[in-house]
């Protein structure tokens, strides 16, 4: 094998999609913009640069969708998963990773690969034809001249929505007299103790205080970007302040689960927490805590949460606009432009959200693009699984389901990114959830508890199923 697959972009799903496809013989050329030109948003030259959060969010691969993808990627022998799995942080049920330890390690494996060739250059324009196999995995954060280039060849204006980051905070400047450790509901995750979270309380007047002032806070305007819409996922805490005086209490500042280890008779009206954004410990960062305020105002306001007075932070939190594509109408199910068919694309420009969402559909373009430059077949995994759902999401955009499990085309126009969920999934077939013997009355949240599980296990026996089955795909590795 001489003829290389070209990827175009070095974030979560570029590294990975490179990973994957040198793995399986395929020599490999990752052109990376960064070292070059940067970006609104990326801070460093590594691949796969954690721009948001520090949280690959839920590894319970039992009942949680998030955690089922974790376990598929792991499966697929993802970078991504072991790279955050050796450099993971305390945060409860949550896989979080010392993001620059993090992204340090996926670097190093990617440069030190011998099949893979990382060429620090800015892409223009779509890959010419001599060019062969490509993956475009430039991410949200596409530079304008490929957006530009990539509208022009299918016809589409550019959708896109706006993202946040969050602040974060030196650990040594929290008031640890006012804030205590705790996870919520004491639950213990990888690599935590049930503590894991800081913890911060408010009052009924404190809190209604910061909701005045957030709602009068001057912030960013972006006027040139008008009619983008916010990803709901990844709202800014004024957004959410703006949508109701009680959003925020019963969001990312709820009280649940939480006993004030300082006061413990008196319940918290609110909390916000910060979880532990390094493996030092010496940074946390504000969780849920996405915001466009301006910076003076954002020192000014979030000084107003107890225990964070005299809180010094280490990056402040800003908005960006994120661009994605319209990928039912333009990508077929092996995610192959169609009017250019050696072009793939991945990761969150196909309009999937979240950094592990991103480097799975990276998997599962190098996969295909591998199958195809070794003349094998390989059909997509099963709806039924994480990356199938997710999958199919992207290239068909929102699907309902009837009954016996077939689907019906709603409405592409509406497509917009998604988080993997189960609502993604196809439902159960006629008779697999059944009602536990000795139980007189089954209730809705068991119920629900026990379909996650079903979900789980099915897909994770497809998955491991779909893996098993590339026999071609494994002799090549």
Same mark, same amino acid.
């Given at each position: 094998m001489t003829k290389p697959l070209h990827i175009i972009g070095g974030g979560l799903a570029g590294s990975e999609a490179a990973w994957q496809a040198a793995r399986l013989g395929i020599p490999v050329i990752l052109h990376e913009m960064r070292g070059v030109r940067g970006t609104d948003a990326h801070k460093t030259d590594h691949l796969a640069e954690l721009v948001c959060s520090n949280s690959f969010r839920s590894d319970d691969a039992t009942s949680n969708a998030v955690g089922v993808l974790h376990a598929e990627m792991r499966l697929a022998d993802s970078i991504v998963m072991a790279c955050g799995d050796a450099h993971q942080v305390p945060a409860g049920s949550a896989l979080a990773v010392d993001r620059d330890a993090f992204s340090a390690a996926v670097t190093r494996a990617i440069s030190d690969h011998p099949l893979i060739t990382v060429v620090r250059e800015e892409i223009t324009g779509l890959p010419p034809a001599d060019w062969g196999q490509t993956i475009i995995a430039t991410g949200p954060l596409t530079a304008p001249a490929l957006a530009d280039a990539i509208a022009h060849e299918?016809?589409?204006?550019?959708?896109?929505?706006?993202?946040?980051?969050?602040?974060?905070?030196?650990?040594?400047?929290?008031?640890?007299?006012?804030?205590?450790?705790?996870?919520?509901?004491?639950?213990?995750?990888?690599?935590?103790?049930?503590?894991?979270?800081?913890?911060?309380?408010?009052?009924?007047?404190?809190?209604?205080?910061?909701?005045?002032?957030?709602?009068?806070?001057?912030?960013?305007?972006?006027?040139?970007?008008?009619?983008?819409?916010?990803?709901?996922?990844?709202?800014?805490?004024?957004?959410?302040?703006?949508?109701?005086?009680?959003?925020?209490?019963?969001?990312?500042?709820?009280?649940?689960?939480?006993?004030?280890?300082?006061?413990?008779?008196? *319940?918290?009206? $609110?909390?916000?927490? /910060?979880?532990? !954004?390094? @493996?030092?410990?010496?940074?946390?960062?504000?969780? =849920?805590?996405?915001?466009?305020?301006?910076?003076?105002?954002?020192?000014?306001?979030?000084?107003?949460?107890?225990?964070?007075?005299?809180?010094?932070?280490?990056?402040?939190?800003?908005?960006?606009?994120?661009?994605?594509?319209?990928?039912?109408?333009?990508?077929?199910?092996?995610?192959?432009?169609?009017?250019?068919?050696?072009?793939?694309?991945?990761?969150?420009?196909?309009?999937?959200?979240?950094?592990?969402?991103?480097?799975?559909?990276?998997?599962?373009?190098? *996969?295909?693009? $591998?199958?195809?430059? /070794?003349?094998? !077949?390989? @059909?997509?995994?099963?709806?039924?699984?994480?990356? =199938?759902?997710?999958?199919?999401?992207?290239?068909?955009?929102?699907?309902?389901?009837?009954?016996?499990?077939?689907?019906?085309?709603?409405?592409?126009?509406?497509?917009?990114?998604?988080?993997?969920?189960f609502g993604l999934f196809p439902p159960l077939a006629d008779g697999e959830l059944k009602k536990p013997e000795g139980i007189k009355r089954w209730r809705g949240k068991e119920k629900q508890a026990a379909k996650k599980q079903l979900y789980a296990r099915r897909a994770l026996d497809g998955f491991a199923a779909w893996i098993d089955g590339q026999k071609a795909l494994q002799a090549a590795e």
């Open positions: 299918t016809g589409q204006d550019s959708l896109a929505f706006f993202d946040a980051i969050a602040p974060i905070i030196h650990f040594d400047t929290v008031d640890l007299d006012t804030a205590w450790f705790q996870s919520r509901y004491d639950k213990v995750g990888p690599g935590g103790t049930g503590k894991d979270y800081l913890n911060c309380p408010m009052d009924e007047a404190q809190y209604n205080a910061f909701i005045d002032a957030l709602l009068a806070a001057e912030k960013t305007e972006f006027k040139q970007w008008e009619n983008v819409p916010y990803f709901d996922g990844c709202l800014p805490v004024e957004v959410m302040a703006e949508r109701g005086r009680e959003t925020l209490r019963h969001g990312p500042m709820k009280p649940m689960g939480l006993t004030n280890a300082h006061d413990p008779d008196n *319940r918290p009206h $609110a909390v916000v927490q /910060l979880r532990q !954004d390094n @493996a030092l410990g010496t940074l946390y960062n504000m969780v =849920g805590f996405q915001t466009k305020m301006k910076y003076g105002e954002q020192t000014r306001i979030l000084r107003m949460i107890p225990g964070l007075e005299e809180a010094e932070f280490a990056r402040l939190g800003g908005i960006h606009r994120n661009t994605y594509l319209n990928s039912p109408k333009i990508l077929d199910e092996w995610l192959r432009l169609k009017t250019r068919p050696q072009v793939r694309f991945a990761g969150q420009i196909t309009g999937c959200e979240g950094y592990i969402e991103s480097a799975s559909i990276g998997i599962l373009a190098a *996969r295909f693009a $591998a199958s195809e430059m /070794l003349g094998t !077949d390989l @059909a997509p995994p099963p709806v039924t699984t994480a990356m =199938g759902a997710l999958l199919h999401h992207i290239t068909t955009g929102h699907v309902s389901y009837d009954e016996d499990g077939t689907s019906n085309e709603r409405s592409r126009r509406s497509f917009q990114p998604m988080n993997v969920n």
